[in-house]
């Protein structure tokens, strides 16, 4: 069997000093897959937890042990019954794993071209994080002309994406929340950026929504914090609002639940998840997200929705590129270039 490089775990898992580059098996594409020689990846929060051990488990054997959600690269081969793609074709895409390679094998379905106007890097940085967002906002949020949105760990990878396609809906407001006044005067500063912010660490986030909702409320909150952020979320939901719940960063258990407001305020509080989803929807919801991708980047890259890269690290600095992300620093994404 032919041989690749990648980032591996040593031990299988650990802490950031176990991650090394060596050598493991090239893979081959099966039917409908594409095999792609990879320019550069995205990192991604969930990276962190399954180089700690606490990964894709309930995924079953087909995910790799191989680090890496989305990547750009080149087709270099094709599966038997490939019709979309061609060698040679530039590519980004969605992976349950693997990306962390010099090649990965990708479902045909699951790619999408690469914008001539769209670098390596930032073709790279788009899957994960806007495919998310848009699942969260647009299709479980149902998010509309209007609306007010409250949006967790702004300056997030998956944050950034989300408050622009928040503002891209035609939210009337997105109060985004963050730790730091950098990250916070960032998110104001940029365009199609939070109309407001909040200090979750100093100040009353559902306080401060109140006000800037002349007490009504957000109809939507888009949460990855879970635990410390629970009651508070709930307060700040208007009548009939909705809140996605993509993680838990602070802890998943929730003492004291108050059903009433719940209740009176007919909210709804929905799960979402991508990585552990079907191939069949996956695929249908990159499809949907074709028409979304223009205004990502517009024809010639100048759409309403921009890509905010925070660092690029050759691939021999994977370790200083998990430190950045697990000190809480990015302000948007960090990604990978593989040399
Ligand atoms: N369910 C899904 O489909 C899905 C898909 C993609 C990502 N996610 C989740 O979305 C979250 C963001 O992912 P990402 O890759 O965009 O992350 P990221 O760029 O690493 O940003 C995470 C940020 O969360 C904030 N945060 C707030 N409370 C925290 C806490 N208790 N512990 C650690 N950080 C905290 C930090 O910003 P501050 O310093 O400003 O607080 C941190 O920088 C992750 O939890 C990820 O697992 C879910």
Redesign the pocket.
Known sequence: MSKMRAVLIKDGQGPIENLYIGETDKPVPMKGQVLVKIVAFG???????QRQGNGPVRLGPSVSSILG?EFSGRVTELGEGVTRWAVGDEVFGLVRGGAYAEFINCNEGLLLKKPNHLSWVEAASIP??YI?AY??LVKYGEVKKGDHVLI????????I?AIQTARESGAATVTA????PE?LDWLRSIPNGATHTVN??TEDFAAEVRKTTNGRGVDIVID???Q??WAKNIQSLAIDGRMI???????REVPSVNLGEILYKRLRIQ?????SRSLQYQTELIASFHDFIDKLTGANGGGPIRIYV?KVYPWTEIQSAHRE?AD???R???IVEIQ
């Open positions: 990192l991604n929060r969930t990276d962190l937890s959600l994960e994080n998310t699942q969260a967790h760990a702004g300056a997030s990878g998956v944050g994406a929340t963050a730790s730091t990250k979750y660490r990855v914090v879970g410390s952020h719940m993509l993680s838990a960063l602070s802890g799960g979402s998840t991508l990585r925070h992300m809480n620093k990015n948007g994404k960090i």
